[in-house]
């Protein structure tokens, strides 16, 4: 008969990529892992995985059957993990974008009495290092930093619009043509910029995706907060490029003005990162499950 461990074993090597990973994040010993699997591999007749100095490389056979049991298996232990937990308390200390967490996550965590938080605002380099480093459970990034130790699952899908304030008064009809947008961009070099930072980093990315060229400007003014940024614009001292959740809402209020929201469509993936080794943590799952 083939064990539930076994298949355990093989789930957390097949993330993980690693025996000794998988050890660690099972809370097991190394050769109780590679035992497992040696079992499952000899009741099932097949090689599930390579074998190489670095990894564990996964066989056609191991795809297969990661993708045949997978769900199961995360159905079962999520069910576990979330009895055992509804009487434990467990502490998460988050790390995220102080507007998104605001913004996107606060309305969303749960409002038992017996989990607790400690979130840290910062950008992405800093948070990750502190995740790394421990001080961390999970990290909200809006940047995908490889680091072996570090795994990534898309959260949510931001796109990037052009806003000014609602008494703007734009000198064209944009359609979508390139004549337009030529004309758009020569309106729009007249205009003062309101930026993040002093590199205007988004607001140059999305010049050169939309308009083709690089933009050659000096902002006027220069906040480190998107929500500020957004204020500013609507009293009118600019126009800036702002992720969608932000302006949506100020939008449909008439308290901004869409300038473009552009065909070729200026996006960013907002990441969930979080230790290899707590991939079976109820407060990664619970994460994972907050954008799903």
Same mark, same amino acid.
């Given at each position: =008969?083939?064990?539930?461990?076994?298949?355990?074993?093989? =789930?957390? !090597?097949y993330q993980v990529g690693t025996v000794s990973g998988a050890a660690q994040v099972l809370n097991l010993t190394q050769p109780a892992v590679s035992q497992h699997l040696t079992a499952l591999e000899k009741a099932l007749g097949t090689l599930l995985f390579q074998r190489t100095p670095r990894r564990m490389v996964p066989t056609s056979s191991g795809i297969r059957l990661y993708n045949q049991v997978a769900d199961s298996i995360e159905q079962l232990e999520s069910v576990v993990s979330k009895m055992s937990s509804a009487s434990t308390p467990y502490l998460v200390r988050l790390g995220a974008p102080q507007e998104f967490f605001i913004e996107k996550i606060l309305s969303r965590l749960p409002k038992?009495?017996?989990?607790?938080?400690? !979130?840290?605002?910062?950008?992405? @380099?800093?948070? &990750?290092?502190?995740?790394i480093s421990g001080n961390l459970d999970l990290v909200v990034s809006t940047l995908k930093i490889q680091k072996a +130790?570090? &795994?990534?699952?898309?959260?949510?899908e931001e796109s990037f619009w052009l806003v000014g304030s609602? +008494?703007?008064? =734009?000198?064209?009809?944009? +359609?979508?043509? /390139?004549?337009?947008?030529i004309l758009l961009e020569k309106w729009l070099s007249t205009q003062p910029i309101i930026s993040y930072n002093e590199d205007l980093a988004i607001i140059r990315?999305?010049?050169r995706i939309v308009f083709g060229r690089r933009i050659a400007v000096e902002p006027k003014l220069i906040i480190p907060d998107l929500r500020s940024i957004r204020q500013a614009v609507e009293f009118g001292l600019? &126009?800036? !490029?702002?992720?969608?959740?932000?302006? +949506? $809402?100020?939008i449909e209020e008439n308290r901004l003005t869409l300038i473009l929201n552009p065909v070729k469509a200026v996006k960013n993936v907002i990441w969930?990162?979080? /230790?290899?080794? $707590?991939?079976? =943590? @109820?407060?990664? /799952?619970? #994460?994972?499950?907050? #954008?799903?």
């Open positions: =008969m083939v064990s539930f461990e076994w298949y355990r074993s093989f =789930m957390a !090597v038992s009495e017996s989990n607790h938080y400690t !979130v840290t605002f910062g950008l992405a @380099q800093n948070l &990750i290092k502190q995740l +130790e570090i &795994i990534y699952h898309p959260l949510f609602k +008494e703007l008064n =734009m000198p064209i009809a944009l +359609e979508t043509s /390139r004549e337009d947008l990315r999305f010049w600019g &126009i800036s !490029v702002l992720p969608d959740y932000l302006c +949506e $809402d100020s969930l990162a979080f /230790r290899k080794s $707590d991939i079976q =943590m @109820q407060r990664t /799952r619970f #994460f994972l499950e907050l #954008f799903s």
